[in-house]
């Protein structure tokens, strides 16, 4: 017996695999959701920014499965410090290209690509760069470059641009001026309100085939003060309680349990 089959719940809904379909509509989903919506009319660069665990790259990607293929060409790139050549590469296999061998070209070939989608098929590319603060300054310039077209009268493609807050320090830099200038829309994530960790915990659980709370009033308001809102930290907590729940063969995780496993993750730090 397992700690999922204890509970009665048909998967654990505090994986990082979650799907999108099951996902809590949270506050900051909600007005990035909003926020996206004009996006996707006025186009240009969007920024996301806020701390690892908020639910930025859950929030797009539950935004972007919801995208009619046949009108966005999605390109997500996660960035983990890449080189220029090595961006442009990843960006023309993302739009299904067989990439060129020196920047210029593929650079060129990108733009001709969008304009072609924009222009042929009524497509709009949309390109989703994530873990944005280990972006190296020649591509932040590049990106503005690629992205130009009719002499930058108008938008033809979507840029997001999503990290953590470090990344709006970079973007500062007076360097960055003009790319600054293109973003249309932008938001922060300030991760759960402590209001809403009660309603998302039941909604997790409930997805799960789990109908009763199983957390205490005092074991929400515990994951809210330990987690600060954070949903990776939250489902960390929940999960975690939820095994020493399990071993303890109790069916309520209440405050004493989440205090428990919050000590044993001190001590692992
Ligand atoms: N709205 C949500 N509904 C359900 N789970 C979520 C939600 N947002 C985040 N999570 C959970 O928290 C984890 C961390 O979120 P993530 O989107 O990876 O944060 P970030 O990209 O800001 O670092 C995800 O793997 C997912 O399990
Ligand atoms: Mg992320």
């Known amino acids: ?17 979650i799907q999108v379909e099951h996902i809590y509509e949270s506050g900051d989903y909600k007005q990035f959701s909003s926020r996206m919506e004009y996006f996707k009319t006025a186009k240009g660069f969007a920024l996301l920014y806020g701390e690892p665990g908020s639910g930025k790259t859950t929030s797009i990607r539950a935004f972007t499965a919801k995208l009619n293929p046949q009108l966005f060409k999605v390109v997500y790139l996660p960035l983990s410090s890449v080189t220029v050549m090595d961006f442009y590469r990843h960006l023309a296999v993302g739009l299904g290209l067989e990439p060129r061998f020196r920047k210029v070209d593929m650079f060129h070939q990108v733009q001709e690509y969008i304009a072609n989608a924009h222009h042929q098929k009524n497509m709009t590319t949309f390109v989703i760069i994530d873990e944005a603060q280990f972006i190296q300054h020649a591509i932040l310039n590049d990106l503005r470059l690629v992205f130009n077209f009719q002499m930058d009268s108008k938008n033809y493609a979507m840029v997001l641009l999503a990290g953590q807050s470090a990344f709006l320090h970079q973007l500062s830099l007076q360097i960055n001026e003009p790319l600054r200038q293109r973003i249309t829309i932008n938001y922060g994530f300030k991760g759960l309100a402590k209001d809403e960790i009660g309603s998302y915990l039941t ?44 071993q303890r063969k109790v069916r309520a995780i209440d405050a004493d349990i989440i205090q428990t496993v919050q000590e044993d993750a001190d001590i692992a730090l």
Do not use: H, Q
Not at 1 to 17: E, H, R, V
Not at 205 to 219: I, S
């Open 1 to 17: 017996m397992t700690f999922k089959a204890f509970y009665g719940m048909t998967f654990n809904p505090f994986d990082k695999s």
């Open 203 to 246: 909604s997790l659980l409930k997805v799960a085939g789990v109908a009763e709370p199983l957390f205490t009033p005092d074991a929400v308001e515990a994951i809210a003060a330990f987690s600060n809102g954070l949903p990776r930290k939250v489902n960390n907590l929940a999960e975690k309680s939820l095994l020493v729940g399990y």
